[in-house]
């Protein structure tokens, strides 16, 4: 079976930014603006209790990331390859709890300071109720990751981001959900005032009726769906187990969906 993104849309963008600076109020809004989506990745030991600091005001967190999501990245942004394991657990633990009872929410979602994983870090945060975490690594074909523990982008915002936008907007129609997944800094833009690298970037994706606009949660939740969906043997018949509408490519690539809960005749 092939498949779409809701809406029989065949193509998702999503962000990733990190670290929590004040520099976030203006990145979700320029975002939020266009459309788009991303993941705040956020260290709720240095948010601040105020505005006008170096961190966002950790009391405006739903307002300042209002339409996006906020992740997990350590309450002190400890480099995890240096850490025990119970520092790992405490570290991203404490992080989840501290978010969670800003948001009210379940929190997720991660990223990893510095960039650093391995395996053995990998598990201690599944056991940590961490389902998904980028890395700093890149994959530039637009793939969606088989391990969502292990999420490479497809580039930093300053890697070439327009020609890779164009690549996207361009790709030939058998590729399968291609993803674009963007990340960095917010302080980035403005160490350099390069702020118009994102707006430019915002203003050519946006508005595209094939592109589906979402955090890295959201994504993370419709191929979990996906991967669920459970066949009969002669692949006649399909059932739906989640809670999530999954949207695939029907005769002649006709978008239908599978209801939750559906059992489909295919
Ligand atoms: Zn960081």
Request: net charge negative.
């Amino acid at each position: 079976m092939k498949y779409y993104y809701p809406e029989g849309k065949s193509k998702a963008l999503t962000f990733s930014y990190d670290d929590g600076q004040i520099h976030d109020i203006r990145l979700a809004e320029i975002l939020r603006s266009h459309g788009l989506k991303g993941t705040f990745n956020l260290n709720s030991g240095t948010l601040a209790n105020e505005d006008n600091s170096f961190f966002v005001n950790k009391n405006k967190l739903a307002e300042i990331y209002a339409g996006h999501e906020i992740a997990v990245h350590g309450v002190e942004h400890k480099n995890l390859g240096n850490c025990t394991d119970t520092e790992i657990i405490c570290e991203i633990t404490n992080d989840r709890i501290a978010l969670e009872n800003l948001l009210g929410v379940p929190v997720q979602g991660m990223a990893y300071a510095y960039g650093a994983y391995d395996k053995h870090i990998m598990s201690l945060l599944k056991a940590c109720g961490i389902k998904y975490s980028r890395t700093v690594g890149e994959n530039p074909w637009f793939e969606v990751p088989k391990n969502f523990l292990e999420w490479d982008s497809t580039c930093h915002h300053n890697n070439d981001l327009m020609k890779k936008g164009e690549e996207f907007l361009n790709l030939p129609n058998w590729k399968e959900l291609p993803l674009m997944y963007v990340w960095g800094h917010s302080f980035e833009f403005a160490g350099n005032d390069s702020w118009n690298i994102i707006e430019e970037f915002a203003e050519k994706m946006q508005g595209r009726d094939e592109i589906w606009y979402a955090t890295n949660g959201e994504i993370y939740d419709y191929m979990q769906a996906i991967r669920r969906l459970e066949f009969t043997a002669d692949g006649k018949m399909v059932k739906n187990p989640s809670t999530v509408t999954v949207w695939y490519k029907g005769e002649n690539e006709k978008p239908e969906c599978i209801l939750p809960g559906e059992l489909k005749k295919l």
